[in-house]
């Protein structure tokens, strides 16, 4: 076994945070984490079996001992905007795993009823899926050696949810949009101020001035060339915490 060899969560807004918005009741008033630009992508990897749970799995052309599992968000484990980020992250020497962490349960929809959305998000909690997780984590170290969780990178996960987690136990990168109606940036000061009081791994709170919910996986570049940017600055971001952990 090699001590090097490690394991990364990536969060493409937690599926565990989502503030509900029960006031937005259809698609004529959306919520602030509509799906946005849904990317006509078919994806690299492919589809496998892990134990109870179907995931999509990507590798790096070259052999990796360094592995990272992606977070669905709400859209679920297929939507093909998350599927590029996980191949995206395998290009750059990473085995990336999407778990269908819903188990099989329909995701959400653009076009389901908002009023709705609580009693859908009922029973698809992130603290409920630590047998999905485990069982993914195993799937690794056979695939990959004896990874271990060494950093996380957080793509607008919501805060509010985080009120008792401000001790961190691994390296994490957070990333937020100024403009993002779904996390208040005064939450995310009163955030980064508790993480400062509280956290004793190093972390970092990067805001980008301008952008909303879902820039970095749920906004394309290509029809959207003045956020090009600080998308790309983004993603780079992301790279660059997983190089320089991993």
């Known amino acids: 076994m090699n001590n090097n060899e490690k394991l990364l969560f990536f969060d493409p807004d937690r599926l565990d945070e989502v503030t509900p918005c029960t006031s937005m009741a259809n698609e004529s008033n ?14 690299l990897g492919q589809e496998v079996q892990i134990e109870h749970i179907h995931a999509y799995v990507v590798k790096p052309t070259a052999a990796s001992e360094k592995a990272i599992i992606v977070i669905q968000d709400i859209y679920g484990w297929k939507l093909p905007n998350t599927r590029f980020i996980a191949d995206m992250i395998a290009s750059n020497g990473y085995t990336a795993v999407c778990p269908d962490f819903f188990v099989g349960k329909e995701p959400w929809s653009p076009s389901h009823d908002w009023s709705k959305f609580e009693e859908w998000l009922g029973d698809k909690k992130a603290t409920n899926i630590k047998k999905e997780v485990d069982a993914t984590i195993k799937f690794l170290k056979h ?20 009120e008792d987690k401000f001790d ?6 957070f ?5 993002d109606t779904h996390i208040p940036l005064d939450q995310v000061q009163v955030f980064e101020h508790n993480l400062k009081e509280n956290c004793q791994v190093e972390y970092r709170v990067k805001i980008f001035p301008g952008q909303t919910h879902g820039f970095v996986h749920r906004k394309r570049e290509d029809i959207n060339p003045e956020d090009s940017a600080q998308i790309q600055e983004a993603r780079r971001d992301m790279l660059n915490w997983l190089n320089k952990y991993m």
């Open 175 to 179: 990333i937020f949009g100024e403009k």
């Open 168 to 173: 961190l136990k691994s390296p994490t990168l």
């Open 30 to 43: 959306p919520c602030p984490c509509n799906i946005g630009d849904r990317m006509e992508y078919g994806g």
């Open 143 to 162: 695939q990959c050696g004896y990874p271990e969780i060494k950093a996380g990178v957080s793509i607008y996960g919501i805060i509010r949810m985080m």
